[in-house]
């Protein structure tokens, strides 16, 4: 019986020990919070005529597509027919959006103001612009950043 009552106050000086060490090394760390995750000098992006104009004639969007220096993420995505879908600059170079016809996929129908495929803009976004498009057909629609059209994706309508 005094066996086990030795062992168990060995394990509990042990247990106490460990806790003690534990609180010690973390003495003076504050708790991180989802607040402190964001770093206090966070850039705004410049709000422009530009993004003021495109932010008036928006009546909101379904999709977020994001432009950054790795290309558009998602890279592939499914939306409904009718749907429109944002697409934002997030990288630090110039977006110029078209349709693309690779792999023997039909360019999107209709043509824009510019003359290009409907699905396109018709000038470079720069850095943290956007553009809004709304999707009335049925299909797979490709489309690449002219400027690097490595930089490609995919969008589903179905």
Not at 40 to 59: F, N, V
Not at 65 to 82: A, L, N, Q
Not at 97 to 112: F, M
Request: glycine share 6%; aromatic share 10%.
């Amino acid at each position: 019986m005094d066996d086990r009552r030795e062992l168990l106050i060995g394990m509990a000086a042990i247990a106490i020990f460990a806790v003690c060490i534990y609180l010690l090394a973390n003495m003076g760390k504050a708790p991180v919070s989802p607040a402190d995750a964001i770093p206090a000098a966070t850039p705004i992006p410049p709000y422009t005529e530009k993004i003021e104009a495109a932010l008036a004639k928006s009546d909101g969007f379904e999709m977020f597509v994001s432009y950054t220096d790795r290309g558009f993420e998602p890279m592939s995505t499914t939306i409904k027919k009718g749907d429109t879908v944002r697409f934002t600059n997030n990288s630090s170079r110039k977006l110029w959006i078209s349709a693309s016809s690779e792999g023997g996929v039909k360019l999107y129908p209709g043509t824009s103001e510019c003359g290009a495929s409907a699905f396109g803009t018709c000038e470079p976004l720069e850095p943290q612009e956007f553009w809004e498009f709304t999707f009335t057909e049925i299909g797979t629609w490709k489309y690449h950043n002219s400027l690097n059209k490595s930089d490609a994706a995919a969008m589903r309508v179905q």
